[in-house]
């Protein structure tokens, strides 16, 4: 046994290595992107160059990746793998961003790399290969890493702490709220921000769209950096080796200061007619925050350990991850995940195919259905970790539901649409429809869930907690009259209500997570305390999830003023989460 695990820690710095050695090229040919052209042209004007400052910002924490790698893996093979895995987990929207700069450079919208000044057409030149490569190693850097982390799992002295109750706790537990909450804030945030336009122009040559309008190149890779962000600091927050934590949350940091960064410095420096956009500036802080909180974890987790010496943490409400019931978590993980990325994937594809020659119509239901595909994926992840599965599970449940919701008013766009001759359903409308599907599948596994853990543990002293029941009912009755309520109303159409007769798909969406919200609040009010605040804390995320299709889909109606549904289901979202709050409360006492 002795000898096996001498081996695990041997294969593991092994995988390390090629891990640090295939991250270094990659730095090496990001370095060599430099000083060579990004673009050329073959007629006309060429580009300027870009701005050199953040062409070194946007390839630095690739450098610096790199030498971490190498750094951990003389003192530990994990903290190499965990960094060049957090990296690569972003390298991979990377590499998908920037193949614009072999496919359409002039809407690539690198203003470190170059500056267009004609509508021109641009060719790819040897710079632009270079960066591609640098990404795609930087990925297959990251793919060493994740081994070498595996491996090194194995090992002796895997998770271990100094206090016996804090090893083979989840690093979040072992680093505390202080630390673990600002770093999953930042991580959402930061997926937010690569929705974001990267700068704002009035220069009648550098355009610069939405994210959801851009090229598709930009818009999936922008997408798969944001997943990339939470699973990663999810993940880590989830592992229970600090240094594994430390090493993904710093990558993925780095990762994300790269792109912010870079758009800051291009956007300051490109002259009267380019600015920095808000959403580059909050991604900078949000990233500096992930940098900091990686730096962080190993002294605090260290810090904590010693403070503790040995004190007994009681852990409520926990259950073998090995019991059956951890298998239809696994189950409802898996299709939430799935259900999260094929609607994200729906909302940024087309989801109509229209005749040649004709615009792809704008569907704005499918801004809320990315929303609500990234809140299912950050629900999910936990629910492959024994040591938070059973405590978010019911919240997954709730936001499942939101998703089908979200996807419900796209579901109507493509009915009406396709009525129309020559126009079908695009792979978009086919990635949203079986997002619905697996949404579907993941509510019934976790109810399934719920059934299978209710056996294995005691119920016998829960009982019904009055003022939780009355103000979550409160909070789910005024939710329900929102959802039923228009958002906005227009000069020439108004948003789905419950009192346009026949219902549209979108009315059933908002009257199923209806139905969702009120049965929660009933079954909150005689759970477990942690049961069901997490319940109620997804009925209240659900409800933002709904409110929010009021800023960005009233620009569908002309002249859209603000609906009676938005002010109920506020009211109700605020109701639920004081609900969710004397939830907790109980279960402190």
Not at 339 to 349: F, S
Request: with cysteine; net charge neutral.
């Amino acid at each position: 046994m002795i000898e096996g695990r001498t081996d695990d820690r041997k294969s593991a710095r092994g995988a390390a290595l090629w891990a640090a050695v295939v991250t270094s090229a990659a730095a090496v040919c990001a370095l060599a992107s430099l000083v060579t052209d990004a673009v050329g042209s073959s007629e006309g004007e060429p580009p300027i160059g870009g701005v050199g400052t953040a062409a070194v910002v946007s390839v630095a924490p690739l450098v610096i990746v790199a030498i971490l790698s190498i750094v951990g893996l003389v003192l530990r093979p994990a903290i190499a793998g965990a960094v060049t895995a957090g990296y690569g987990a972003v390298a991979v929207g990377l590499t998908v961003m920037d193949l614009s700069l072999v496919g359409s450079p002039i809407d690539s919208n690198r203003l470190e790399l170059f500056r267009p000044t004609t509508a021109e057409a641009l060719t790819p030149a040897l710079g632009a290969y270079l960066l591609l490569a640098a990404h795609a190693l930087a990925v297959i850097g990251g793919l060493f890493g994740l081994v070498a982390v595996n491996r090194a799992s194995f090992g002796d002295g895997y998770g271990h702490s100094a206090s016996a109750d804090l090893s083979g706790r989840a690093t979040a537990a072992r680093i505390g709220s202080l630390l673990a909450l600002p770093a999953g804030i930042a991580a959402l945030i930061g997926a937010v921000t690569m929705f974001a336009p990267p700068f704002d122009s009035t220069d009648s040559i550098v355009l610069v769209p939405a994210v959801v309008e851009a090229p598709l190149t930009t818009s999936i890779g922008s997408g798969l950096v944001a997943l990339a962000l939470l699973v990663v600091v999810s993940a880590a927050l989830a592992s229970i080796s600090p240094a594994v934590a430390a090493g993904a949350t710093l990558g993925a940091g780095l990762g994300l200061l790269g792109i912010a960064g870079a758009r800051c410095v291009a956007g300051a420096d490109s002259g009267p007619t380019i600015a920095v956009s808000l959403g580059a500036v909050v991604g900078v802080v949000v990233s500096v925050v992930l940098v900091l909180v990686g730096a962080l974890i190993l002294p605090v987790a260290a810090l904590r350990e010693r403070r503790s010496g040995g004190v007994r943490i009681e852990r409520s409400g926990t259950v073998d991850g090995s019991s059956a019931f951890m298998r239809w978590h696994i189950a409802a993980g898996s299709l939430g995940a799935a259900a999260g990325i094929l609607l994200i994937v729906g909302g940024l594809l087309p989801v109509l195919d229209v005749p040649e020659g004709l615009p792809d119509p704008k569907i704005l239901a499918t801004r809320t259905t990315v929303v609500a595909g990234f809140v299912l994926v950050v629900a999910a992840v936990p629910l492959f970790f024994s040591l938070f599965a059973a405590t978010v599970r019911p919240a997954l449940g709730v936001l499942a539901i939101a998703g089908v919701m979200a996807a419900s008013g796209v579901l109507q766009s493509l009915v009406l649409a396709t009525d129309i001759d020559g126009i079908s359903v695009g792979g978009g409308g086919i990635a949203t429809a079986l997002g619905v599907v697996a949404a579907l599948g993941c509510g019934i596994a976790v109810l399934l869930a719920g059934s299978a853990e209710r056996e294995d543990v005691d119920t016998s002293d829960t009982r019904s907690d009055r003022t939780v029941g009355a103000v979550a009912w409160a909070g789910a009755l005024l939710a329900a009259v929102g959802l039923g309520l228009p958002l906005y109303r227009g000069a020439d159409v108004t948003a789905a209500s419950f009192f346009e007769i026949p219902w549209g798909w979108d009315a059933w969406g908002q009257a199923l997570l209806a139905v969702a919200v009120v049965i929660g609040a009933g079954v909150a009010a005689t759970s477990r305390p942690s049961r069901g605040s997490a319940l109620l804390v997804g009925s209240a995320v659900a409800m933002v999830i709904y409110l929010l299709g009021w800023p960005l889909t009233q620009g569908r109606a002309l002249d859209p003023v603000v609906g009676p549904g938005v002010f109920a289901g506020a009211l109700g979202c605020l109701t639920l989460a004081v609900a969710a709050v004397l939830s907790s409360r109980k279960q402190v006492k």
